[in-house]
């Protein structure tokens, strides 16, 4: 399975390397990346130790193919919801739609990210990783800065600090669930998009 079923793209790899890649996020997500060993992979998907090296030369190319993958479904999401004609609400819907999505289909991706990748020191410490969290924030902060000019969005705090509060309230929900390995029911989904869009919208004092 591929997290593009929230995109709704169909994957196209070879099914040896998509094995290695689902195996590869199994064993991350439970293990984590430092204490995970190319021969865990192998083991996990069920092929020789060598096989798994002639498609990927290490642990470190197998954990970037599966991180591009994260980004690519996300920002092509982001970039559909920006072009969209959809009011500046129902796109930031759209956004924890589509993070909800996965983490109910592929939730190792979500734990992945959350662990390795958004709280990530190594990761972080490449330009590489900057520069995606920086085209994240970038999207985001478009809609945001979108929803300013309509008249939507109150304009008198900067849009890059809305984008952080939004993404930080889907960071928090999404830590949680994955710490504590919830199910996500077609009713909690929809308290989750409603309490974090209310708040955010409207914030959290009475009246």
Known sequence: MSINICYGMAMDKPD???IIIDAALKVFSRKGYADTR??????????????????????????????????????????????????????????????????????????????????????????????????????????????QTNGFLRSDIQARYLTYVFLGAIDTFLSVMILGEETLTPGREKRIIDGIIQVFLHGAAKG
């Not at 002639?54 to 599966?66: P, R, S, V």
């Not at 996965?102 to 590489?128: C, D, M, W």
Request: hydrophobic share 40%.
């Open 16 to 18: 040896r390397e998509r």
């Open 38 to 147: 190319m021969a865990d992979i192998a083991r996990e998907a069920e092929m020789s130790y060598g096989l798994v090296y002639h498609y990927f030369e290490n642990k470190e190319k197998l954990f970037d193919a599966i991180v591009e993958e994260w980004w690519t479904g996300f920002f092509n999401k982001l970039e559909v919801l920006k072009k969209s004609l959809q009011p500046t609400d129902e796109k930031l819907i759209g956004i924890i739609r589509y993070l909800l999505c996965v983490y109910a289909n592929e939730p190792n991706q979500i734990s992945l990210f959350i662990t390795e990748v958004s709280r990530g020191f190594v990761y972080h410490a490449h330009s590489k990783g900057r520069d995606k969290f920086n085209g994240l924030f970038a999207l985001c902060e478009e809609i945001i800065l979108e929803g």
